[in-house]
């Protein structure tokens, strides 16, 4: 049973920097792809950012290019979404999650969709004040 946990939310200033951490268990981080979605108040899931298996690949949603970066440490089992330059926009619960099921998926369109992923978090609360 793959396990995932998120850390590193908090309240920042707009303009501020804060890192999340999703620390999985259960499996070898390394077979599993990744990505962050997010949830503000009244919002459907939205994709945020998606990492390949080896961490060469990365794609990012539109709104948060050029700010967010996505990483794996996979021998530490541990993916990361460094989020720079935040906004009132960006407030919202961060989800990592996770899938076995990735072998010849389309890059990235398939991991872009939250209904694919089997692995979640329980989410980490993220506010941007203005």
């Known amino acids: 049973q793959v396990q995932l946990v998120e850390s590193g939310g908090g309240l920042v200033q707009t303009g501020g920097s804060l890192r999340l951490s999703c620390a999985a268990s259960g499996r070898s981080l390394s077979t599993l792809g990744l990505g962050w979605f997010r949830q503000a108040p009244g919002k459907e899931r939205e994709f945020v950012s998606t990492?390949?298996?080896?961490?060469?690949?990365?794609y990012y949603a539109d709104s948060v290019k050029g700010r967010f970066t996505i990483s794996r440490d996979n021998a530490g089992n541990t993916m990361y979404l460094q989020m720079t330059s935040l906004m009132p926009e960006d407030t919202a619960v961060y989800y990592c999650a996770g899938s076995r099921d990735v072998y010849g998926r389309s890059w990235p369109t398939w991991y872009t969709r939250s209904s694919n992923f089997g692995y979640w978090g329980q989410g980490t609360q993220v506010t941007v004040s203005s």
């Open positions: 990492i390949t298996g080896s961490g060469r690949s990365t």
